[in-house]
């Protein structure tokens, strides 16, 4: 069933055409991956979607009472709230009925008979429950620990909050609001690995629509099942996740070409024809195949993708030994960095402890850690921008680094494309703009001002600065976050390639496992080393946890038989006891028992009828109690020999 459709949408911004003729349809349940490159208007085509800007032309249709909720690339949130305040919100409904309970229990109390106000309350928590009255709580805190929220950070006004935690709220709030069709413009820039692989499992769950925009190609193939691609003005639809979406789109176009060259071959011949016999005796052919090859509908070939031509190379050869610290060092800030709520010890905040570090020449070591673990500090101090706490890290001998900051703070936000390269390059006009132009910044764009560039143009401008360095250390602080997917794949290709040596920071997974040669993990202050890529470290670590279960069991299991042992020996004291005890019962009834024929002898002696009957009672009595308590230490004494 469609709960949203577009046809024939087109916008155009002045003379430029964004895109047109675009006709889709979001059915319940379907998981779209929104693709493109930067810039193709995929931002632009979301908001006409959800009624944020008009189309030029064309129409949507939505389904009635839809309940849509959007991330934008940019949120704001203005609230009072505090963070697990603006959460409960979400909820007002459902606290409401929880007063509303509490009231009813109250006047149960005081009715003296309650039984109609019973009734209401049962009905009442009946609701509740079924609406999910008892669970709440926990959603939000599952939530905001799957996107990183630390149960301190509950109480942090939202007016605190940095920019990429107001987007990590906002897309908590969206997950618990759980909207018929949820809309999310690239929801993954500001998470960890651990966020971004709880997201995943949240979304593949998701049991509503979800339209999304994103260039992290794993996350696309983990939670899509449709991809629309827009590109050159126009949408395609494909069915399966991002994997199956490039490789039918790369047989489409190999198809596309061939049709496209076998027409042209007939094009081609029908031409010759129609030059050839035109005139002549087969005239009447001739125009048939003119007016037939004039009705024919040709075939057009896609536009040719704009792309980044990288190149990272080096003529500088390092020593084999690039990165070096015999002891390790302790990687972090002399006072606590400013927190919105946090003591102010004034001691030294330790991030973490790296252990010995030796990088060799030609590797690629892929930093992952959670956010706030210390891996920036960790570049930082590395090229000596920040002292380490303790211990010394140094550049091998003839080391040569590049720095693609996450920030990009060493732009300057005044100046021009073109001047941040001259600058850079201390290039000529000619030479910056024609390097520029294989970095897609052609005509207008090398005229932009640095503070209006986009986070992908920033990033694109960064490599291109990167790519003049000559640098044989490639110290690179997550180059992908803001390039499109094309982009990103010309990183991965030149870094395969690079001669030199890698220090990456990076969520993207697939860039990850195709340059990576080791894993270093940042972690409970301290730092994992492994050799190899990341798919070897996932099933390294896949391993490591399988044995830890499995001694965690076997101990489970020895302190089992240990109390299993112990309390069979504690079963085997107390029936000890309880034998000992039967024996002394016997020995004290069998000693009644004699007394009791003593006394039977007397009043016998005596003619004492009545008291001889009285006595003969007794002592029936205490062989009964004699036999069952004989009966009894059989019992106990085959148990403790047996």
């Known amino acids: 069933m469609s709960i949203l459709t577009a046809h024939n949408l087109a916008k155009y911004y002045g003379g430029q055409d964004i895109f ?5 349809t979001l059915a319940r349940g379907d998981k779209v991956a929104l693709v493109g490159p930067n810039g193709v208007g995929k931002t632009t085509l ?23 909720g959007y991330l934008p690339q940019q949120p704001s949130l203005d609230s009072q709230r505090t963070l697990y305040d603006e959460m409960l919100a979400v909820f007002d409904d459902l606290r409401r009925q929880q007063q509303a309970l509490l009231r009813l229990t109250e006047e149960m109390v005081e009715a003296e008979d309650p039984t109609a106000l019973m009734e209401r309350y049962a009905l009442a928590e009946e609701r509740f429950e079924q609406a999910g009255g008892y669970a709440y709580e926990g959603r939000i805190k599952r939530v905001l620990g799957g996107l990183g929220f630390r149960q301190e950070m509950y109480a942090w006004p939202i007016a605190v909050l940095s920019g990429g935690q107001i987007t990590r709220a906002l897309l908590a709030r969206l997950l618990l609001q759980e909207p018929d069709l949820l809309v999310l413009d690239e929801p993954t820039n500001y998470l960890d690995l651990a966020a971004l692989e709880w997201l995943e499992s949240y979304l593949q769950a998701w049991p509503h629509s979800l339209l999304m925009v994103s260039h992290d190609r794993r996350f696309l193939d983990r939670v899509a099942n449709r991809v629309w691609d827009l590109d050159h003005g126009r949408l395609e639809v ?47 052919e001739a125009a048939g195949r003119e007016k037939r090859l004039n009705r024919l509908e040709r ?47 004034g001691d030294p905040h330790l991030l973490f402890h790296s252990g010995p570090i030796l990088v060799l020449r030609g590797q690629c070591i892929a930093m992952l850690g959670p956010n706030g673990s210390g891996k920036t500090t960790f570049l930082r101090t590395l090229l000596g921008e920040m002292e380490p706490l303790e211990g010394e890290l140094r550049l091998g001998a003839s080391v040569k680094p590049g720095y693609f900051s996450q920030t990009q703070h060493e732009l300057d936000p005044q100046k021009t494309v073109l001047q941040q390269i001259m600058q850079a390059g201390r290039f000529e006009i000619e030479p910056a703009r024609g390097h520029l132009a294989r970095y897609l910044f052609v005509g207008d764009d090398i005229s932009k001002r640095i503070g209006n560039l986009s986070g992908g143009e920033l990033s694109r401008l960064a490599l291109a600065i990167l790519a003049i360095k000559g640098a044989n250390l490639l110290v690179l602080d997550e180059p992908t976050t803001h390039l499109d997917i094309a982009s990103q794949e010309v990183l991965e290709e030149v870094l395969g390639e690079f001669p030199g040596t890698v220090l990456l920071v ?32 996932l099933q390294y670590k896949a391993q490591c946890e399988a044995q830890a279960l499995a001694e965690t069991e076997e101990r489970s299991c020895r302190a089992t038989e240990k109390r299993s042992a112990a309390t069979d020996r504690n079963a085997e004291r107390r029936q000890q006891a309880d034998l000992e005890e039967a024996e002394l019962a016997i020995e004290e009834l069998e ?23 009285a006595l003969s009672h007794e002592y029936e009595t205490l062989q009964q109690a004699l036999a069952e308590q004989l009966q009894l230490w059989e019992r106990l004494a085959s148990r403790v020999q047996g």
């Open 299 to 345: 075939i057009e070939l896609p536009g040719a993708e704009r792309q980044m031509h990288l190149r990272l190379d080096t003529t500088l050869r390092s020593g084999d030994h690039v990165i070096v610290s015999k002891t390790g060092v302790a990687v972090g800030f002399e006072t606590r960095p400013d927190e919105p709520i946090s003591p102010k010890d």
């Open 238 to 284: 494909y069915r399966g996740n991002y994997s199956h979406y490039a490789a039918q789109r790369e047989a489409r176009r190999e198809r596309l070409v061939k049709e496209y060259e076998a027409q042209q071959e007939h094009i081609q011949q029908t031409e010759e024809f129609i030059r050839r016999y035109k005139a002549g005796q087969r005239s009447r």
């Open 591 to 613: 000693s009644r028992l004699a007394e009791a024929e003593h006394r039977i002898s007397q009043a016998s002696a005596a003619q004492e009828a009545e008291r001889v009957r």
């Open 46 to 68: 979301l908001r006409i979607l959800l009624g944020l800007d008009e189309a030029t032309d064309g129409e949507v249709h939505k389904a009635r009472g839809l309940r849509i």
């Open 506 to 537: 990076s969520h993207d997974r697939f860039l990850i496992d195709a340059v990576a040669t080791h894993i270093w993990e940042v972690g409970d202050g301290s730092l994992v080393q492994f050799e190899g890529n990341y798919s070897a470290y």
């Open 20 to 24: 047109s003729g675009i006709s889709l």
